[in-house]
């Protein structure tokens, strides 16, 4: 990481400023490496348009509430990207920091943690809520799927899972003394997350009890709120109260929680 352009900004500089420079280094840094965009926004696609090729896949089912296979997994599509974006890359990035003493020389800077962790939740959310956006069009343009007669709602609803998922990748980030520790812990809460969300077994087709621990989970949550938008409805508000606490849970957990070596 370049630390020139922070160091260069005098502690007296506006507090937008210094947002904007760190900003400009992080997202730079992250689309240099490649990871991000690959697994956040390739493999997603590629899923959405290996399901869509499939004949079947676009026949609603009984056996997932009259929706089809492609309905069913454009919201759980949608969830993997944000997982995969700010829970599995960005707590390891962090931890790579923390390992090299950039954070410690961070901390003689104007920059605070509150301010860093807002510029990693910026963009790697931000890819996150871009390829779901992406996902949507694919599936709409290229597949005939609905667009969701609530698109307010449906905003509402990607910006809040993004923001639980995120808050869940910053307190990861925050605590993980090192970028061995920061990937286990990832890895641990990707499949139990992305399980909830229906990678594996559809909401639809959960028994009831695990389709309301479901709900209660910020990806379960998620993936009710956007599949609702999607068959016409508004997302149910207990779905976004979830994401919504989970959301400020967890920011406040991560903040209070950062270290800076």
Do not use: C
Not at 1 to 23: E, K, Q
Not at 115 to 135: D, E, H, N, P, W
């Amino acid at each position: 990481m370049t630390t020139a352009t922070l160091h260069a900004t005098p502690a007296t500089a506006p507090s937008g400023r210094v947002f904007r420079n760190l900003l400009r280094s992080e997202a730079l840094l992250a689309w240099r490496s490649g990871a991000a965009v690959f697994w956040s926004a390739f493999l997603p696609v590629a899923g959405l348009v290996v399901i869509g090729s499939i004949s079947g896949t676009r026949t609603p089912q009984d056996g997932l509430g009259g929706r089809s296979v492609l309905d069913t997994y454009l919201p759980i599509l949608m969830m993997f990207s944000l997982t995969i974006s700010v829970v599995t890359l960005m707590p390891p990035g962090l931890a790579i920091y923390r390992e090299k003493g950039i954070l410690r020389r961070l901390s003689t800077t104007p920059v605070s943690p509150s301010r860093l962790l807002g510029a990693q939740a910026t963009i790697y959310a931000g890819l996150g809520v871009l390829v779901s956006v992406v996902l949507l069009v694919v599936a709409v343009a290229a597949y005939d799927v609905r667009l969701p007669d609530q698109l307010v709602g449906f905003a509402l609803a990607l910006v809040l899972v993004g923001a639980a998922t995120t808050g869940l990748g910053l307190v990861v980030a925050a605590l993980a003394p090192s970028t061995r520790v920061a990937s286990a812990l990832s890895t641990l809460l990707f499949f139990p997350l992305m399980f909830f969300a229906g990678l594996w077994i559809p909401r639809a087709a959960m028994p009831s009890g695990l389709r309301a621990v479901s709900d209660w989970t910020p990806l379960g949550a998620g993936v009710r709120a956007i599949q609702a938008t999607v068959d016409g409805n508004w997302p149910p508000v207990s779905s976004l109260l979830v994401m919504a606490g989970w959301a400020v849970v967890s920011g406040v957990v991560a903040a209070r929680t950062f270290r800076w070596e």
